[in-house]
C-alpha cells in the first residue's frame, strides 16, 4: 500500500486561490473514494470535501461554493481547488485513500489577510 502524496500549499493573500494535489499511486480512482482533511495546531482534523468513487462530491458548510473537489482518474490525482480563501483556511491540508484507510503527510496552506 502506498501513502497519498499531496501538494500545492503555499501561502496566498485573501481572496486568493490556490489548487491541491493528491496522487493515490496503486489505487483506482473508480472503485477509491478520497477525502480532504485539514487541521489547525491544537484542533482536532476536520473534514473539508469527499468524492466517492462513483463521482460524487460533498463538502464542508465552511467551504461549500468556495471549494471544489475533482479528479482524473487516468492520472490517479484528486484535486481541490480552492477559491476566495479567507484567513481561516490556514491549517495543513491532507487528503485521505478510503480504500487503503492511509493519509499523505499533508501540505500546508497559509492565507494572510
Known amino acids: 500500500q502506498v501513502q497519498p502524496v499531496e501538494s500545492g500549499g503555499g501561502l496566498v493573500q485573501a481572496g486568493g486561490s490556490l489548487r491541491l494535489s493528491c496522487v493515490a499511486s496503486g489505487s483506482s480512482l473508480e472503485i477509491t473514494a478520497m477525502s480532504w482533511y485539514r487541521q489547525t495546531p491544537g484542533k482536532q482534523r476536520e473534514f473539508v470535501a469527499h468524492?466517492?468513487?462513483?463521482?460524487?462530491?460533498s463538502y464542508a458548510d465552511s467551504v461549500r461554493g468556495r471549494f471544489s473537489i475533482s479528479r482524473d482518474i487516468n492520472a490517479k490525482t484528486v484535486y481541490l481547488q480552492m477559491n476566495s480563501l479567507k484567513p481561516e483556511d490556514t491549517a495543513v491540508y491532507y487528503c485521505?485513500?478510503?480504500?487503503?484507510?492511509?493519509w499523505g503527510q499533508g501540505t500546508q496552506v497559509t492565507v494572510s489577510s
Open positions: 485521505k485513500n478510503f480504500r487503503t484507510n492511509l
Open positions: 468524492i466517492s468513487s462513483g463521482g460524487y462530491t
